[in-house]
């Protein structure tokens, strides 16, 4: 059984930065593009920043500049870097892990609550 492992959420300042990390023991990492979603109170879930295994990245307009995804292949990790956080980042941040290999289907993380309040 797969489980996507989350960490690092919290209650930032306006301004501030913090680290996400979603671990993925056990997981065939290398076939799995690896992302960032997140869902505010009353809003559909939205994608943030994706990262294939070759490294290759993606980003929505509202985050480009301020946040980096990242991944270790070897520690099977991915991290989104979040940096001027304002007050509309505030959501529920969930990792994905999405395949083209149906037999292995997509993962979600349980989600972690970033809050951006002064």
């Known amino acids: 059984q797969v489980q996507l492992v989350e960490s690092g959420g919290g209650l930032v300042q306006p301004g501030g930065s913090l680290r996400l990390s979603c671990a993925a023991p056990?997981?065939?990492?290398?076939?799995?593009?690896m992302g960032w979603y997140r869902q505010a109170p009353g809003k559909q879930r939205e994608l943030v920043a994706t990262?294939?295994?070759?490294?290759?990245?993606n980003y929505v307009d509202s985050v480009k500049g301020r946040f980096t995804i990242a991944r270790d292949n070897a520690k099977n990790t991915v991290y989104l870097q979040m940096s001027s956080l304002k007050p509309e980042d505030t959501a529920v941040y969930y990792c994905?892990?999405?395949?083209?290999?149906?037999?292995?289907?997509?993962?979600w993380g349980q989600g972690t609550q970033v809050t951006v309040s002064s």
């Open positions: 994905n892990a999405h395949t083209v290999r149906t037999e292995y289907g997509d993962h």
């Open positions: 056990g997981m065939i990492f290398s076939i799995y593009t």
């Open positions: 990262v294939s295994h070759g490294g290759v990245t």
